[in-house]
């Protein structure tokens, strides 16, 4: 069974392409043992989103806190959160 990182549980949770606000991340990963407790880590993972798979994330801001964020290509993940690579053809002579 495939065991999801804590950036495939964000994303899946973004996947609709909605604005999440802070209190929806706290609330969806309440139960969840590792993201619970690192929910002010929250910009951080958006920043390792966004450099490390691709991702396009736009911040919504209240002055200068940030209140909540948003997927702007979710179709770039799969179902499970996953980046969606594209195979490269390799011809073989």
Do not use: C
């Not at 996947?15 to 990963?29: A, L, P, S, V």
């Amino acid at each position: 069974m495939h065991k999801a990182n804590s950036f495939n549980k964000i994303i899946f949770f973004m996947k609709d392409g909605q604005m999440k606000t802070i209190e929806e991340f706290k609330e969806y990963f309440k139960d969840d043992p590792k993201l619970s407790k690192t929910m002010y880590r929250l910009s951080a993972y958006m920043w390792s989103l966004k450099n490390d798979l691709g991702a396009i994330v736009k911040s919504y801001k209240n002055g200068r806190a940030v209140v909540g964020y948003q997927l702007i290509n979710p179709q770039h993940f799969n179902e499970l959160g996953k980046p969606i690579r594209k195979n490269k053809n390799v011809s073989v002579s």
